[in-house]
């Protein structure tokens, strides 16, 4: 679990609020109700830590995704809290608001910061199902007694026709800034905990944090070992489909160019 809130804040030479950009690490807490769009506790974030600043028209505020492919805001093999429609959207916003309003009034700005970035782009594999994998899908979906209803097995079973039928492999894009002394590391995937909290340990630049599901979306990002374990982000579908590997060859990648742009 990554629990810090990591954030930027800019603000004009007379000290007044522009923009603040926030990250971190979990996943949406939902609670909508049916037939409507939320930002989830990102937008509401935006608006609570816009009204404790003060900030009018101009001010933008962005909450960013963090490392949250397996970090959730209450516990699956418990039933599921009851709450009123927005009501975890806005408990969750309220928390982090309050935590990033607290740490704002020790800030030092600076006047001046370097901006430096790096950007590659990543080939990696697709897990593919062997014959006997493939054919017991066909089976299922031979088998479902109603398309357009299908149970959990097949739905997996679809999805591994569709994997079969795609590439071997995905071009990804990474990137790395630097802002001062703060890192930042963009990576297209929902992102496990643990691959973020080992960037930030091992990055030259302190403070670094990681903005999952940037640039595009590659699927859930766990770790080798995670794989080994098994579990729902790591079973094989349209939303998670990287090589077993993928978080190692990625943070190879992001290392390298951290340590460049750190220079």
């Not at 003060?54 to 492919?69: L, P």
């Not at 930030?200 to 770790?223: C, D, E, M, R």
């Amino acid at each position: 679990v990554d629990p810090a809130v990591s954030f930027l804040s800019v603000q004009t030479e007379d000290g007044k609020p522009l923009a603040l950009l926030a990250n971190y690490s979990l996943h949406y807490v939902g609670g909508i109700p049916p037939n409507q769009l939320s930002a989830d506790y990102f937008g509401e974030y935006c608006r609570q830590i816009k009204k404790r600043l003060g900030g009018d028209e101009t001010f933008v505020g962005i909450m960013s995704n963090g490392t949250s492919g397996d970090i959730n805001n209450y516990n699956f093999k418990e039933p599921r809290p009851r709450a009123a429609a927005f009501e975890r959207v806005i408990e969750v916003a309220s928390v982090i608001a309050d935590k990033t309003y607290e740490a704002m009034k020790s800030l030092k700005y600076q006047r001046q910061a370097e901006i430096v970035m790096q950007e590659r782009t990543l080939d990696l594999g697709i897990r593919k199902p062997d014959q006997d994998e493939l054919a017991y899908a066909k089976k299922l979906l031979a088998e479902a007694k109603d398309p357009d209803r299908l149970t959990t097995n097949e739905v997996y079973a679809r999805e591994t026709v569709k994997i079969d039928k795609g590439p071997e492999t995905v071009n990804i894009k990474l990137q790395a800034l630097r802002i001062g002394k703060l890192g930042i590391v963009a990576i297209p995937c929902e992102v496990f905990a643990e691959i973020g909290l080992e960037i930030k340990q091992k990055s030259p630049l302190k403070p670094t944090f990681v903005i999952a599901l940037a640039n595009g979306y590659n699927g859930y990002l766990p770790t080798p070992e995670q794989h080994v374990l098994q579990g729902y982000e790591t079973w094989r579908s349209g939303w998670s489909y990287l090589e077993a590997d993928a978080s190692n060859k990625i943070n190879q990648q992001i290392f390298q160019m951290l340590n460049q742009i750190s220079d």
